[in-house]
């Protein structure tokens, strides 16, 4: 059973920092591109930041130079590192999960970020 567990969400003041975490289990880490998206209420789900298992990285161009995207093959994890945090960066936060071979594609529950003014 594929689970992704989201972690780290809260609620900070504008400038500050938070970093996301996504424990995964039940898949085989390396063969999954890994990625957090965002979501407003009423909105799309959005592209936040993507590491690939080759290790490469992108972002979108509102995360670029404040967050950064990690992935640690110990534990599983992924992780988003945010800084420079500003109230439009509030929404709910997911991790996805997406097999390089048949993209079958997997998601977290969630985590709230709110970033105060």
């Known amino acids: 059973q594929v689970q992704l567990v989201e972690s780290g969400g809260g609620l900070v003041q504008s400038g500050g920092s938070l970093r996301l975490s996504c424990a995964a289990s039940?898949?085989?880490?390396?063969?999954?591109?890994m990625s957090w998206y965002r979501q407003a209420p009423g909105k799309q789900r959005e592209l936040v930041a993507g590491?690939?298992?080759?290790?490469?990285?992108n972002y979108a161009d509102s995360a670029k130079g404040r967050f950064t995207i990690t992935r640690d093959y110990a534990s599983n994890t992924v992780y988003l590192q945010m800084r420079s945090l500003e109230p439009e960066d509030t929404d709910v936060y997911y991790c996805?999960?997406?097999?390089?071979?048949?993209?079958?594609?997997?998601w977290g529950q969630g985590t709230q970020v709110t970033v105060s003014s």
């Open positions: 590491i690939r298992s080759s290790g490469s990285r």
């Open positions: 996805n999960a997406r097999n390089i071979e048949n993209l079958n594609a997997y």
């Open positions: 039940g898949i085989i880490f390396s063969r999954y591109d």
